[in-house]
């Protein structure tokens, strides 16, 4: 829940003043209202939460994770969007997480929150999309007309040379120093506890304990 209130502060906090211009703009140039990314950040999130709902049959924690999903979806062009469109990318962008996080599970990668299908694979997509729905935006003077092309390279560049590479770099040298898995027994206890020394969960130790006895 914090995050979803936040995610109204940061794409909020994306429209800023640039000099000449007498209206509020985002960070693309172009005119946008507060109104308008608050209303469509609703949408996203809500049509983020039954599409995840529907594909995971009503599972708690995609359920949730789809309303982070759908806004995630549209963020790249939230400003750009009609608040319909905006419904329909958030909702199938929910409806594939899911399937995208059992998938990653089954190959054996432990993606723990989800991080990949809700980020990395939305984040993707997100980033794509407006090649195609806001294909031919002039954002302003001087700048090139958005297209796909241009979406495509800068989600690459993101994902890549910015993301993968230097991630993979750094797990692989800490991996090395055997810094990077945590131990057999604080899998089992869980990072609340080994880690910071604190009960995330206090409702789910009181069952454990309660099943032990």
């Not at 140039?29 to 949408?43: D, H, I, R, Y």
């Not at 939305?122 to 007309?145: E, H, K, N, R, V």
């Not at 092309?149 to 040379?161: S, T």
């Not at 991996?175 to 027994?185: A, D, I, R, T, Y």
Request: proline fraction near 6%.
């Amino acid at each position: 829940m914090l995050i979803f209130v936040g995610f109204y502060f940061f794409l909020a906090c994306c429209v800023v003043y640039l000099p000449g211009y007498t209206t509020i703009v985002n960070i693309y140039g172009s005119p946008t209202t507060l109104a308008m990314v608050a209303v469509n950040t609703t949408l996203a999130l809500a049509a983020g939460l039954v599409g995840a709902y529907v594909s995971s049959k009503a599972d708690p924690f995609f359920t949730i994770s789809g309303g982070l999903t759908g806004i995630i979806a549209v963020a790249a062009g939230m400003d750009l969007y009609h608040p319909a469109l905006v419904i329909l990318i958030a909702f199938a962008c929910a409806w594939i997480m899911p399937k995208v996080a059992r998938f990653i599970e089954h190959r054996g990668v432990d993606d723990v929150v989800g991080a990949v299908s809700v980020h990395g694979i939305t984040g993707i997509i997100s980033g794509i999309l407006p090649g195609i729905f806001a294909a031919g935006y002039i954002a302003q003077d001087g700048q090139a007309p958005i297209n796909l092309l241009g979406q495509i390279g800068g989600v690459a560049i993101c994902a890549i040379i910015l993301g993968f590479i230097p991630g993979y770099v750094t797990s692989w040298i800490l991996n090395k120093f055997n810094l990077l898995p945590v131990s057999p027994e604080a899998e089992l206890q869980g990072l609340d506890l080994s880690e910071p020394g604190a009960t995330a969960y206090p409702e789910t130790v009181a069952f454990g304990a309660s099943a032990a006895e």
